[in-house]
């Protein structure tokens, strides 16, 4: 359970972090099913439904920089993942039960890792309401040398701001034009075992990894059961199946706010990282 004051930095800052949540023994067992799908990924060329590769994967030198969809995977994901300690602290800033939307594991290989630009989660994915967060799991420690999150404390309480250049949604925010200081930008280093929650609405980036060490966070996105995806939802029993907490509903909650639909989506879609190689300018470099 959260404490209050864990709830007010929340609802304050727009994320927080707890301390060792998952038992060592699950994160050494998560690391021997990671290192498998790695080694089984020098048989597959380019991105697919399993795996988004870094720039240079290849047979010999495989390098993965997100295993999608972990939690259909492998079962040591789900039990991670959708554990009581993390489902507690999603309902208690929730408040209306709990869906899952998304699943993925980031994955920043020392030296090479990825970077994500600066943008809103809630850009990718509007509901009817904001009751959405994001739970990082550390799977390695995380620091700000091996690309940790980065977070704009309050930048929840704002406006969904745009994320679409030239009329095509890029995923990424011009903080320059939208005149964000990068100055307030705050690290949120993690042990192995610990998670960070973030609102949907927080602005988040990632620097790329150029460290020695590598860095796995498994992300998993929840949703209020009554935030109804504005893009509709295509198969209700599958929606509804998702539901760990809660029961299903048809009355969706709204709330009013200015937000844009992620359309239309550019060529090179896919992950965050294939959408964002459209975004000009970019803060970090990409390696
Ligand atoms: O990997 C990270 O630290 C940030 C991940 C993220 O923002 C995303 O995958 O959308």
Redesign the pocket.
Known sequence: MLTVNQKTTYLEQGFLSLEGVIPVQDIAEAHRVIDDFVERSRNVQSHNEVYDMEPGHSAIEPRVRRIKTPLSLHSIFSKIALSDCILDAAEALLGNGVRLHGN?L?M?SAGFGSP?EW?Q?FAFYPHSNDDLLAI?IALDDSFLEN???LMIPGSHRGLVLDHHQEGVFVGGVDMGKQRIDLSQAVPVPLKAGSISIHHCRTL???TPNRSAQRRR?L?IELAAVDAFPLRGVSDIAQFDSLILRGEPTRSYRSKAMDIRIPLPMPESQGS?YEIQTQFRPRVFDEG
């Open positions: 993925k980031n920043k994500i943008h989660d990082g690309g940790c999150t988040h980036a990632a966070i992300f965050i």
